[in-house]
């Protein structure tokens, strides 16, 4: 079925870097854009970065802009964030999102998403 | 990139309307057709209710209504039921990125 599956959230010191991965099935991958969206703990949804879908276009938010890059391998059918210089204010839900528009300009909103995965920044 | 400003709370009860608004500025929510609106239960990912300011996707029930004036968007369900108890978020293009309000809580009394 159509479904995102994020993964590779953990526990992580602060100034250490870490890899997101976010398997995508059910739907044509290359054709769309895809987002990553945070959430932390008990606060409001935060966008962080954006990739068109055949990654030659990508947009950060400034909060992790220079910190973390977000790329995709079409043929894995996989979208990545990886993250360095992690911060505490880094913790977070991290959710990977779909973009609805097919090869085209990105819509910048999120028809699909996933569960998300936990990253945690702490000594 | 400042977040849009949503009220923290809202509530109704059931079969009452409701309207949650959601304040940006001309830089996002007033120079382009852009905002979202996405529902979320606790534990659960988000789901999106609104899109392009006032278009229902497939499946999300017409209860569910958006409008837009200046640079304020706003979400409006009517005859509200206990499962539209949740959070709800709007979120506006503005200009590369894309920005979130800060959610408001909907308690169905």
């Known amino acids: 079925q159509v479904q995102l599956v994020e993964s590779g959230g953990g526990v992580v010191q602060p100034g250490r870097s870490l890899r997101l991965s976010c398997a995508a099935s059910?739907?044509?991958?290359?054709?769309?854009?895809m987002h990553w969206v945070r959430q932390a703990p008990g606060k409001g949804l935060e966008w962080v970065a954006v990739?068109?879908?055949?990654?030659?276009?990508?947009y950060y938010a400034d909060s992790v802009k220079g910190r973390f890059t977000i790329s995709r391998d079409n043929s894995k059918n996989t979208l990545y964030l990886q993250m360095n210089s992690l911060r505490a204010e880094d913790t977070a839900v991290y959710y990977c999102?779909?973009?609805?528009?097919?090869?085209?300009?990105?819509?910048?909103?999120?028809?699909?998403w996933g569960r998300g995965t936990l990253v945690t920044v702490s000594s | 990139q400042s977040a849009l400003t949503q009220p923290a709370s809202v509530s109704g009860s059931p079969g009452q309307s409701i309207t949650i608004s959601c304040t940006g500025t001309?830089?996002?929510?007033?120079?382009?057709?852009?905002v979202s609106w996405y529902q979320q239960h606790p534990g659960k990912a988000p789901k999106l209710m609104i899109y392009?300011?006032?278009k229902r996707p497939s499946g999300v029930s017409n209860r569910f209504s958006g409008s837009k004036s200046g640079n304020t968007a706003s979400l409006t369900i009517s005859g509200l039921q206990a499962e539209d108890e949740a959070d709800y978020y709007c979120?506006?293009?503005?200009?590369?990125?894309?920005?979130f309000g800060g959610g408001t809580k909907l308690t169905v009394l």
């Open positions: 999102a779909k973009d609805p528009a097919s090869q085209a300009f990105l819509h910048w909103y999120f028809d699909l």
């Open positions: 059910g739907f044509t991958f290359s054709s769309y854009g």
């Open positions: 990739i068109s879908y055949d990654g030659s276009n990508k």
């Open positions: 001309s830089s996002d929510v007033g120079s382009y057709n852009l």
């Open positions: 392009e300011g006032s």
């Open positions: 979120c506006s293009y503005a200009g590369s990125s894309s920005v």
